[in-house]
């Protein structure tokens, strides 16, 4: 992997996603929250509803260094759904890197879902191990799932669930995951600072496939400023900013 901006040198996904102290850079009262995607070259989300097909090996190594550098990784139900999340840090060597990076060494999954409409045998909610939290509209609770999993009863309302994260769950920085529509009212609500955003070098065409903002149009546009590209095999790798 190269990186051609801001400065060229060769790194790779492990020292991308290093070092960059998103817990430092909290916004008072709320987590510092930067959102993780892939897109084609044609800007589709997914391919029959997964990310695998538009995902490589290099790609999926910087999505699990990009989770060692937050408290919380956070991710919307349509996604849970799609993809069967399991427990977040896969290795023992990425843990150990979670805790020289100084975040929470077991981080918070943070599961959006106004419905509650998540299947109780996900993986992710069958680790006792991984604490939970369902962000929800419902009173309801999943059934027989132990205490490692909460919920926040926020409603829709991100802005209050950020706070909560912040000052309930010691969150300092979340790492969100999407999906697209989550993304759309986070862009919406003002709260995310930062997008990484993988270019796979494919072209899927269609209007049925997710970009990776969807929902209604934003009132107005998101502007980013480019923070660094790295490219690998013809895959390229941003790092964007959201300008205030
Ligand atoms: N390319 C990528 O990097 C990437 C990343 C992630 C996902 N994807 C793809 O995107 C697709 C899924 O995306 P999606 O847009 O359908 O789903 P999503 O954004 O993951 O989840 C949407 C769901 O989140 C909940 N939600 C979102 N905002 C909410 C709010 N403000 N308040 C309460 N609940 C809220 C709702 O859950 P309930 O329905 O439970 O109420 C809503 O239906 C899959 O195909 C997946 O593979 C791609």
Not at 29 to 51: E, F, I
């Amino acid at each position: 992997m190269r990186l051609h901006f801001p400065e060229r040198l060769e790194t790779s996904p492990g020292r991308l996603a290093s070092g960059l102290r998103l817990i430092d850079k909290a916004p008072e009262g709320r987590p510092y929250l930067v959102v993780n995607m892939v897109s084609t070259a044609d800007g589709k989300a997914a391919m029959d509803w997964r990310t695998r097909g538009i995902s490589t090996d290099v790609d999926r190594d910087l999505f699990h260094h990009l989770r060692t550098q937050a408290d919380a990784v956070m991710v919307g139900a349509g996604t849970v759904r799609a993809e069967r999340y399991g427990t977040v840090t896969k290795t023992p060597e990425l843990r150990a890197k979670r805790v020289e990076e100084g975040v929470r060494e077991v981080p918070l999954a943070v599961i959006v879902s106004g419905r509650l409409d998540l299947p109780p045998d996900l993986p992710i909610l069958g680790d006792p191990d991984q604490p939970v939290v369902i962000a929800t509209a419902s009173d309801g609770e999943l059934p027989g799932l132990g205490d490692h999993v909460a919920y926040e009863r926020v409603g829709d309302d991100l802005p209050l669930l950020m706070a909560r994260l912040r000052s309930e769950h010691g969150v300092r920085a979340v790492l969100c995951e999407g999906g697209p529509t989550l993304n759309s009212f986070l862009l919406a609500a003002g709260l995310v600072d930062e997008l990484f955003l993988t270019l796979n070098p494919k072209l899927l065409g269609g209007a049925a496939a997710l970009t990776i903002v969807a929902g209604r149009e934003l009132v107005e546009p998101a502007e980013l400023e480019l923070v660094s590209l790295a490219e690998a095999e013809g895959e390229l790798f941003t790092r964007w900013r959201v300008k205030r």
